[in-house]
Nanobody, 127 residues
Framework: QVQLVESGGGLVQAGGSLRLSCAAS????????MGWFRQAPGKEREFVAG??????????ADSVKGRFTISRGNAKNTEFVYLQMNSLKPEDTAVYYC??????????????????WGQGTQVTVSS
């Protein structure tokens, strides 16, 4: 059974940092791109960051570029994807989701390109 499990969310003050983790298991994700999305209350889910299968190609939403860093690794048949979030702002408050496409190895910004999703982790940034 495919599972994507996020962790690392929480409450942080503006200017602070958080590191989100995603553990993907149940099939091989080594050759898949991976992505992070977020959804704030009353808003649509939006792309945050994506990374290619090799990690050599990354993509960021303009709103997080220079503040967030996506990376990946693997161990024991589990693919891990991380999102280091620095200089957090109140507008970063949202539920953050990890996602993987069925087969693409290049990150996409489109939600429909992603087949597998985690349950999300809440990030709250106070002013």
């Amino acid at each position: 059974q495919v599972q994507l499990v996020e962790s690392g969310g929480g409450l942080v003050q503006a200017g602070g940092s958080l590191r989100l983790s995603c553990a993907a298991s149940g099939r091989t994700f080594t050759y898949n791109a991976m992505g992070w999305f977020r959804q704030a209350p009353g808003k649509e889910r939006e792309f945050v960051a994506g990374i290619s299968w090799s990690g050599s190609q990354t993509d960021y939403a303009d709103s997080v570029k220079g503040r967030f860093t996506i990376s990946r690794g693997n161990a024991k048949n589990t693919e891990f994807v991380y999102l280091q979030m620095n200089s957090l702002k109140p507008e970063d408050t949202a539920v953050y989701y990890c996602a993987a496409p069925r087969s693409s190895n290049i990150p996409s910004r489109g939600l429909k390109e992603y087949t597998y999703w985690g349950q999300g982790t809440q990030v709250t940034v106070s002013s």
